[in-house]
């Protein structure tokens, strides 16, 4: 695998180290602090712009706390400047009581600043069931 795809991909991944130890400020060390970030929380209408993607994951970490989380089926494909990861969420609630594993459909859109690749949007999906790795993309 080319090294701008492993680095995106690692960038991706990082964001759910952050994201299940509720981690503030790793997460906004991977986010573009920028008006055009856009965030789309499971459930949530979009957030815009990173104040209040900020002020959405401040108040998720306060009610969440650290949570297990991870990627899988992870797909990079890169355009220029910009990245786009689609993936699997799987969200380990079995602190809850009967809530066992949940999933969610990913896609995170990446910039390169730098030397580094920055969260510039991320859309989460409820999956509603369905874990089969997502298809790869079609040209056609």
């Known amino acids: ?24 400020g790793a997460m906004q060390r991977l986010w573009l602090s920028s008006p055009d970030a856009v965030c789309i929380h499971p459930g949530w209408r979009p957030v815009y712009g990173w104040e209040a993607i900020l002020d959405s994951w401040r108040a998720i970490f306060a009610n969440q706390g650290p949570l297990r989380i991870w990627a899988s089926a992870a797909r990079a494909r890169i355009f220029g ?30 910039r390169r600043q730098g030397v580094e690749w920055k969260l510039l949007e991320h859309h989460a999906v409820p999956s509603q069931g369905d874990s089969r790795p997502l298809e790869p993309f079609s040209t056609n």
């Open 81 to 110: 400047q910009t990245a786009e990861v689609t993936c699997l969420e799987n969200i380990d609630t079995g602190q809850v009581a009967g809530a066992g594993l949940l999933q969610a459909r990913a896609t995170n859109l990446f």
């Open 1 to 24: 695998m080319d090294a701008d795809l492993d680095a995106v991909l690692e960038a991706n991944a990082r964001f759910y180290r952050a994201l299940s130890l509720a981690d503030l």
